[in-house]
């Protein structure tokens, strides 16, 4: 018998046709993934088709869902609705519009290829389409949706200058996520980016999304220092036109002296979506103005003439959609007095007088000293104390200082002026010539008294001689009758 050797290339022919045979099966069958945003648009690609296929027009490509949102057999060049088409180029599916309902699994048949697309759909929501005040805290909503089991997600966000941000888990469910940003300032303005991130099925996604603060470019607690009968402008700066914010808006200034005390409103101001300020003047009792010229998008009061009890809170509110926000400028005002007032004579004495008006920080305090003087012209007030006394001899040019760690934050001024010699003079010979006047009113005054006591002596014996007379002529009398 013959036998028969294998012939080596016929063998390694077939094993080449088996694997062929083998990927065009796995090609036939391919399972894709590709993630859309909701109110976005998506491309589901017909894997197999390369843009060098010489495919006509009338090739049919064949494409079909299984979701709610139900898609027929539908040939290449066939628009389906307004959110669903065909690209009759590479026979793409092409959706735009996308809602979470969207989500499943996309067919493509096209010959002997079969490519299946998971479509897995995530939909951000972002409360008033993200205009916010200063000092929110955002709650934003992530939900997703796929006809495979929901992956566990894992959120990070970008701010608007590209710092990462975890945020706060508010609520966990596979398919709604609740979290909670960070209290926003107004430089937080622009475009953030949330991140989701899962490792099966691997998904890396990025949402960006825009926010808008709304808010006082001041700080929210301002001080501000003034002395009685000075000019202060308070001013707060709005971010409206900096954020090109579209959307009108209402505010007020109030102001109350102390904490505790009800607010006395000076004014309201609307602000148009086109950028337009209208205020107005609510107070008539309290002395202020509002400058015609100043800076855009600027709240903005003029005391003329602060008197001591101008001194409190400002606080200046914004109101949008019932939500508020503010900003307050305490001002503190200062004043100096003496007691006596007028020059200070040689060797007299006088008592000048430091007294602020508004809340002091804890490690504020008042100082009283004589310029181009010794350490002995300087006394301090313990801290948060709002009044400071010092008795001085000496005339010259004293200031009272408000110190705040080191800082002179204001300082009032009080010339004592020293009298003049012949003004001393006079005063000497005032007092002398008053002391003799004193001295020559209590000698006559003795001397009064004196001749009184004698006049009322000399008439008290006279009345007793009378009185003593009188009994002996009785007395004789009654010895003439008895004879």
């Not at 036109?241 to 004014?267: V, Y």
């Amino acid at each position: 018998s013959q036998v028969t050797t294998p012939n080596v290339s016929s063998t390694l022919y077939i094993l080449f046709l088996m694997l062929s045979v083998s990927l065009i099966s796995s090609m036939a069958h391919q399972n894709e993934l590709q993630t859309g945003l909701a109110g976005g648009e998506v491309t589901l690609n017909c894997t197999g088709i390369l843009p060098d296929s010489k495919l006509s027009r009338d090739t049919l490509v064949h494409w079909k869902s299984k979701v709610s949102t139900s898609l027929p057999l539908l040939p290449s060049h066939t628009f389906i609705t307004d959110r669903f088409a065909i690209k009759t180029q590479y026979k793409q599916l092409w959706v735009r519009n996308l809602k979470l309902s969207d989500a499943g699994i996309y067919t493509c048949e096209y010959g002997s290829h079969k490519v299946r697309t998971s479509l897995h759909i995530f939909k951000l929501m972002i409360p008033l389409d993200g205009h916010f005040l200063q000092n929110e805290v955002p709650e934003l909503i992530l939900m997703q949706n796929s006809s495979s089991p929901l992956p566990d997600l894992r959120i990070t966000l970008l701010d608007s200058h590209n710092n990462r941000v975890t945020p706060e888990l508010q609520n966990k469910s596979r398919q709604k996520y609740i979290v909670n940003l960070r209290k926003l300032e107004t430089m937080d303005s622009g475009t953030w980016v949330c991140q989701v991130h899962s490792d099966s099925p691997l998904i890396d996604q990025n949402i960006p999304f825009a926010v808008k603060v709304l808010g006082f470019q001041n700080p929210d607690l301002e001080r501000k220092y003034a002395t009685v009968d000075s000019t202060v402008i308070l001013s707060w700066h709005l971010n409206s036109q900096k954020i090109k914010w579209k959307e009108g808006f209402t505010g007020q200034l109030n102001w109350k002296q102390q904490e505790s005390a009800n607010p006395h409103e000076l004014l309201d101001f609307n602000i148009t979506a086109q950028g337009q300020l209208h205020e107005t003047k609510k107070s008539s009792d309290f002395l202020f103005e509002i400058p015609e010229i100043k800076p855009e998008s600027t709240i903005e009061v003029k005391l003329p003439k602060v008197h001591f009890n101008h001194s409190g809170q400002y606080q200046c509110q914004l109101e949008y959609q019932g939500r508020h926000a503010q900003s307050k400028i305490e001002l503190v005002v200062m004043k100096v007095s003496a007691k006596p007032v007028g020059p200070l004579s040689r060797g007299a004495n006088m008592t000048l007088t430091c007294q602020v008006a508004g809340p002091l920080p804890p490690n504020a305090y008042l100082r009283w000293e004589r310029v181009n003087g010794t350490k002995m012209d300087i006394k301090n007030s313990k801290q948060k104390e709002v009044k400071l006394e010092v008795n001085i001899s000496a005339a010259g040019l004293w200031s009272c200082h408000l110190i705040e760690d080191s800082d002179r934050k204001i300082s009032a001024h009080y010339h004592v002026e020293e009298a003049a010699a012949w003004t001393n003079y006079v005063i000497i010979g005032a007092s002398v010539g008053g002391s003799l006047l004193v001295f020559a009113i209590g000698c006559l005054c003795i001397i009064t008294v004196t001749n009184w006591q004698r006049r009322r002596q000399r008439a008290k014996r006279m009345a007793q001689a009378r009185q003593y007379l009188l009994e002996n002529k009785t007395c004789q009398c009654q010895q003439m009758y008895m004879w």
